[in-house]
Nanobody, 127 residues
């Protein structure tokens, strides 16, 4: 059974940093794109950052987080990371890790192309 388990969320002041982790088990995703999405209260889930497998190393970021967030992966550990810096209150949301069962030439930003999802970890940024 495939599981994605996020950790690292919490309460932080504006301007602070957090690092989210997503540990995958049940299968390896070293050849597959993975990503982070978020959903704020009362809003739809949105793309944050995605990454292809390490060989290609392609990453894509939402404009709202570009320059502040960094996505990375450790295929040996089957783990995905999201380093978040210069956090803003607008970053407050539940953050979800996702992995695709398919391989694409570029990591997709559509949530509908991701097959496996974690349960989410809450990030709250106070002003």
């Amino acid at each position: 059974q495939v599981q994605l388990v996020e950790s690292g969320g919490g309460l932080v002041q504006a301007g602070g940093s957090l690092r989210l982790s997503c540990a995958a088990s049940g299968r390896t995703f070293s050849s597959n794109p993975m990503g982070w999405f978020r959903q704020a209260s009362g809003k739809e889930r949105e793309f944050v950052a995605v990454i292809s497998n390490n060989v290609i190393g392609r990453m894509r970021y939402a404009d709202s987080v570009k320059g502040r967030f960094t996505i990375s992966r450790d295929n040996a550990k089957n783990t995905l990371y999201l380093q978040m810096s210069s956090l803003k209150p607008d970053d407050t949301a539940a953050y979800y890790c996702a992995a695709s069962a398919n391989i694409y030439s570029a990591p997709p930003v559509s949530e509908y192309l991701y097959d496996y999802w974690g349960q989410g970890t809450q990030v709250t940024v106070s002003s």
